[in-house]
């Protein structure tokens, strides 16, 4: 398919013969450099040869999720290894889509929903005792918390990795030593912890356990070392860098199809990494919006004190 500049795109089509006469959907996913920038689901009604007997059932499409508003600039932005895209059926099933290189499959994620609930229900307590775990990574209850952590991020990598994304291998990714990945979720609902995926093999005796000797070193290196003991005898270690959080740069954007661009809104701000850019510079131009609750003279010091450390224009917004 080709999508040029302006103007229609060439045609594509697609041939797909139904198992069943049932409601159909479908979806179509745009991207640019392994990121998806628009899904559109497409819905139809398949019945029995001969057996339609009132008007014929239009197809229909449906704008699922629209990530990316402004499409100019895309040779700028950053390649990525893989897209995940999580939605549900209308049957409340939870599905996965996942995109990388030329190959494109879709899955059923109703299998792991045991570890992710684990997970969950871990990270809620934790929340209630922040104290114990704040002192540092070696410190309190953070082995157990880590021990606990790599044993269901192992089962999460054995149910979604082992099981399905080890598919995308001959597709052209390798999965453990991608870096780059975006996940989109079309529910808020739709959250899978991939951060929390653990790709080393877990430790299994919670009283033997211990942290991998380098895994400070590796902490601040951003990658583990050549000669990690963890990884020489993973039974007895755990270490933070075999979670995908810490291995892979994970995007994700949460999209409601019902809120979706407002209709009266003039400005739609986004973020986006630039592919040739490490830091934002928060040194070169200022936007300063403020309610109609504040007096121009309110302002008026934050605005001098702004134009004064900017090295570029310093705008209002009314």
């Not at 009604?45 to 990316?68: D, F």
């Not at 599905?95 to 190959?103: D, E, N, P, S, V």
């Not at 082992?162 to 529910?187: F, K």
């Amino acid at each position: 398919l080709w999508l040029p500049r302006s103007g229609p795109s060439s045609v594509l089509e697609f041939v797909l013969t139904p198992r069943m006469a049932a409601a159909f959907e479908g979806r179509i996913s745009v991207l640019h450099r392994g990121r998806v920038l628009q899904t559109v689901l497409i819905h139809a009604q398949v019945v029995e040869q001969g057996g339609l007997t009132g008007p014929r059932p239009a197809i229909t499409q449906q704008v699922e999720a629209r990530v990316r508003e402004h499409w100019s600039d895309l040779g700028s932005r950053r390649r990525f290894d893989a897209s995940f895209v999580l939605n549900h059926t209308h049957g409340a099933r939870p599905l996965l889509t996942g995109i990388a290189g030329r190959r494109a499959w879709a899955t059923d994620l109703s299998g792991i929903q045991e570890p992710v609930d684990a997970i969950n229900r871990l990270l809620s307590e934790v929340a209630y005792s922040v104290a114990d775990y704040s002192a540092g990574l070696t410190t309190g209850d953070n082995l157990t918390l880590f021990f606990r952590l790599a044993r269901l991020g192992g089962d999460l990598y054995s149910a979604l990795v082992i099981d399905h994304l080890q598919a995308l291998n001959s597709g052209g990714m390798d999965v453990d030593e991608a870096t780059h990945i975006q996940i989109v979720s079309t529910r808020a609902d739709a959250v899978v912890p991939f951060e929390f995926i653990y790709q080393y093999v877990p430790p299994d005796d919670e009283g033997d356990v211990r942290f991998c000797p380098d895994a400070l070193e590796a902490l601040a290196a951003g990658a583990c070392p050549g000669h990690c003991a963890g990884q020489q005898d993973p039974r007895r270690h755990v270490c933070p860098m075999g979670f995908w959080g810490l291995r892979k740069v994970i995007e994700r954007h949460v999209f409601n199809p019902a809120l979706g661009r407002p209709g009266d809104a003039e400005v739609l701000v986004q973020a986006e990494p630039a592919g040739d850019r490490l830091r934002l510079q928060l040194d070169r131009s200022a936007l300063v919006g403020y309610s109609a609750e504040l007096r121009q003279e309110e302002v008026g010091p934050l605005i001098r004190l702004l134009e004064g450390r900017m090295q570029g224009a310093v705008r209002e917004v009314k």
